[in-house]
């Protein structure tokens, strides 16, 4: 039963101890979060290492309060510079910029922070209660099933993230490759190891997300290094009035709704939602003449939708061990880390981690909510560590953690090496989620693959057999031609990123009336 | 024309350097060249004015009734170099800067900005700790 | 990472930039190459006596045909003149020219700080990458420049061994000096 298995999850949460790496976790997820240029991926990464002294338990609850703190950190930014870091963060910069401007960033700020927690304790909420039904099915799901499973997740990754299909396939092949390197499971033969020991172990996965994600912005950055700074808004002054609460609450519960739903579906991401959230408060406001210079309404949607699609997202990856973000992949490594096979058995053979992870990520939430508006003035200080010192310190502590895993120089180099294949992603526009997602899905694809066709003496038809494996084959089938086809048939309609350009638009005009965000020279 | 440069942030040594840069220009009837310059490199800043902060500041010099020009280099040098920069540019017959308190301790962890301007500034320097009105 | 389809990405800043050679072009040609290698080596690899079904090597042709089939179709697209948008961020100017020096200097910076690991520990290693790396961002190379950052990378270095090895227990080269100084510990 759900409830007594989350209150079981409660109880292993809540000691001293764990709730101390609660507060540390959530500390330090939100003070990187809110560094610039390091997004939840990235986060996530860099302070893997740390939680891998810690037993199990300890560690997934700090994981917990890392994710969901890098999150926050991400927004909070986005709201009091009006950069959105992230694609997620910028539905919720374009009002609340606004609203700073007219002199309400506080409550800006409070209508984001509260409804990140409502949303967050909303879908954390219905992550308990799908969980277990979700569990049952996947019980029976076989081998076969779970191919096509990472099948439509490597299509939907592959397909919806980035610029094009094509260069989110040529990034998936990347990470399918990295995870060829090594030795394979099922045969014990060594393949494309080049020869090197250290390989026959295969790569690391942590050095390639750190590699990608960290080494790989670090080389972007600094080759291309912006100078100027942003303006900081006004945080100081009336937090949430009656009426903003008024004008709150329905937009956080929208939100929530579209967010959820989102996260769970291979590649959903918190992207669309937050659009869909933004474009429905739009409609449905009673004050339209506010939007576009800062409704509350407009802040309050897309960042409940924002939090509620990061919990979605561990529904696909607890209930079924599928990744289907870049974040949830190094979740997922994380869980590998600790000798946890990933997989549809998770909830049932690790069943009292998952749910002390899940009691903690309420636990988190909660700190957020307490932490995060009194502490604005401290994360607005971290903002002004100067650029060489950020990325450095970036560098050193990718240096860390790749070096913790094995101690051995060699993953230093290895970690160079694809911290410049990330760097040239980067430049080209080739999205790095689905490389890591390939990285981590790709040798759980083969292994199904090959038990479900030694099962059935190689006979292909295996694949196919089940009415599940058909109605997800035909679902990736759908992600992989469905764009191609819906853009020929009815045009496109503007995109979140197509929103963001026209506001970088409205920059350009106010740099050329010499009132720039970037403090360009004069 | 003669020119007095006066380096601004918005805090009170800042403040207490443009009073008596406005007082010394009358006294000079000379230009006044407000430089509030950023390194650049941080994407935060708050000293670097924008916004409401500038436009009080232009509101203020011309209300001194002073010939005034106010210059925001942002070029990913430190202020000592910016002013200095500054100066030798206009040919500056005083530069006016505000001067932190220091202790002993702060003296030694960082190279005092102060410091580098009196040694790189060719022309008079006017170190100020509080407003005119207070001295 | 997020721009919409390619038809709209000839719109783009990004695609302001002068259209000559593209490096996407060596990226794609790259990814064929690395099919192609896929196919080649995976024939060499040994398949257990008894396999009856698939073995150790489908999977592998599977990605390099794939790959193959990526990058081909890519380099063909690259050559008709679409052109991924760069990666946007809050810390990249979209419109500066590529800095190819500071991509150098961190690269030698970071494989000399891993060989140098061993040898004089990492607190002192990870400084003088730290240095290297902040004192290029910085856009000047001289040795006074440096000192700050490796005072600040030296700093963090050793705060974050002793975290690390004397409380958390990970296994950290600290060098002779700082494992000499924290012996006591």
Redesign the interface.
Known sequence: MAISDLLGGFADAITPVNLLFALLGVLLGTAVGVLPGIGPAMTVALLLPATYVLEPTSALIMFAGIYYGGMYGGSTTSILLNTPGESASIMTALEGNKMAKAGRGSAALATAAIGSFVAGTIATLLLALVAPTLVEVAINVTTADYFALAVLAFVAVASVLGSSPLRGLAALCLGLYLGLVGTDVLSGQERFTLGIPQLSDGIDVVVVAVALFAVGEALYVASRLRKGSVQVIDHKGSWMTREDLRRSWKPWLRGTAFGFPFGVMPAGGAEIPTFLSYATEKKLTKHPEEFGHGAIEGVAGPEAANNASAAGVLVPLLTLGIPTSATAAIILAAFQGYGIQPGPTLLTTEGPLVWALIASLFIGNAMLLVLNLPLVGLWVKLLRIPRPYLYAGILTFASLGSFAVNADPLDLVILLALGLLGFAMRRFGWPVAPAVIGLILGPIAETNLRRALAISDGDLSVLVDSWFSRVVLGLALLALVGPVVLRAVRGRRPTPAEVQREQEEDREVQRAAGTGDWGASS | MSVVVVGYVPNPRGRAALEHAVLEAHRRDALLVVVNS?????????E?L??DQLRALHDELSASGLRTEV??????RDVAEELSAVCTETGAELLVIGLKKRSAVGKLLMGSAAQRILLDVDCPVLGVKSSPREA | MNEAEESVASETPAAQRPRGFSGELVGAVLLAALGVYLLVDAGAIAIPGSSNTVGPRFFPYAVGGLSVATGALLALRVLRGDRGPADDGEDVDPDAPTDWRAVAVISVAFVAHALLINVVGWPLAVALMFAAVATTLQGRLTPQAAVRPFLVGLTVGCVVWIIFVKALDVALPGGIVLEFLTSWF
Do not use: K, T
């Open positions: 950023s390194r650049g490199d941080a994407l935060v800043d708050e670097f924008r916004g210059r925001q280099p942002v070029r990913g």
